[in-house]
């Protein structure tokens, strides 16, 4: 069976509800088709500890003030999945559970072609919002196929309790990387080695995602007027000091080591030929965007990415790409910078069609 629709929203995320939230403002018809059986985006397959950067009032989609936490200044991310489970539903957004897209074809006439799952759709426009959750990356490391021990990486980790006993290298030097570092050096049951690429940078102590926000809008406005780009969050440094790193910092207990040279079968070796054992590696080594759905439309560059316009896609005036990372807007990636690319996309495409 075939559903012909103005739009489809690919994914069902922060990035995808947004849109849905402008395009019903927008007054068009419309459908959201994501591949997880429950709401929540990635929020939903984090790791136990994790809380975001900003309090609650600072970490919301368009309408909807997230409420806050009791108990905490800085919700943690079941307190998001809940969010935004609440925010589809008073929204009344028409999203399609356990849908994966595998096909955005050319189509015939004005329509796009969605091949999907669970059926075929045409639309006159996509919103891809897909993200990259769903494609992490693994650095090609010598011996990697040699490790006989654990291998893992962030979007595989819960807790320390899976590691009680055990001797850890934890992988990367971003905010991923720090936190899953400290959160098992301050279990106390745990040996850490944390090994980043180049020594970690931490942002001072009283920056949070309000902070951020703020340096990432600063950035947009001063690029949308000529100006000279100012670096934007990259400037200042790569990881959040939250309390749980900043903790784990002050204790001497998130010293990183620089990255090894190869694995080998019981743990790593260093160019300097020094040995370290592991029982786990945990890579928290960064992500690709989500753009297999979109290769029949032969749109991405040498780069991997798809050249984009703010967040249409250059080569196809019908698609638009929304909260990938700053290459699709700045803060496009946040529950709070979405709301405004979500806005563009969306009046974009009422003006197109």
């Not at 991923?176 to 090994?195: F, M």
């Amino acid at each position: 069976m075939t559903h012909r629709v103005d739009v489809v929203v690919v994914g069902g995320g922060q990035a995808g509800l947004a849109a849905g939230y402008h395009l019903r403002r927008q007054g068009l018809d419309f459908t959201v088709l994501d591949a997880d059986p429950a709401p929540g985006g990635a929020w939903q397959h984090m790791w136990d500890s994790l809380h975001l950067f900003s309090p609650a009032e600072h970490s919301s989609l368009p309408g909807r003030l997230m409420p806050a936490q009791a108990g905490e200044l800085y919700p943690d991310a079941g307190h998001v999945v809940d969010y935004l489970a609440d925010y589809e539903k008073r929204y009344d957004l028409p999203v399609q559970r356990g849908t994966r897209v595998n096909a955005v074809r050319g189509g015939v006439g004005d329509r796009l072609l969605i091949e999907a799952d669970t059926g075929t759709w045409r639309a006159r426009a996509v919103i891809s919002a897909a993200g990259t959750w769903s494609r992490p990356f693994l650095p090609a490391i010598p011996g990697r196929g040699l490790f006989a021990g654990r291998q893992l990486h962030t979007v595989n980790y819960r807790s320390p309790a899976d590691f009680t006993g055990q001797r850890v290298i934890v992988v990367g030097g971003g905010n991923s990387g720090a936190q899953i570092a400290a959160d098992l050096a301050l279990d106390g049951h745990v040996e850490v080695t944390w090994v980043t690429q180049r020594p970690p940078r931490f942002l001072a102590d009283d920056i949070d995602g309000r902070a951020l926000f703020d340096v990432a809008t600063a950035r947009r406005r001063a690029l949308e007027e000529g100006r000279s780009d100012t670096g934007g969050v990259a400037s200042l440094g790569d990881i959040v000091a939250v309390p749980p790193v900043r903790a784990a910092r002050d204790a001497g207990l998130l010293v990183a080591k620089p990255m090894f040279s190869q694995l080998t079968a019981d743990g790593v070796r260093w160019a300097d030929a020094s040995h370290a054992r592991a029982d786990a590696i945990i890579w928290c080594t960064g992500f690709r965007p989500a753009l297999a759905h979109l290769a029949p439309l032969n749109l991405r560059s040498a780069r991997g990415h798809i050249p984009t316009d703010g967040t249409r896609a250059l080569g196809e005036p019908r698609l638009h790409l929304l909260g990938y990372g700053d290459w699709t807007g700045p803060a496009s990636a946040t529950l709070i910078g979405v709301g405004r690319l979500a806005r563009d996309a969306a009046r974009a495409i009422a003006q197109l069609l």
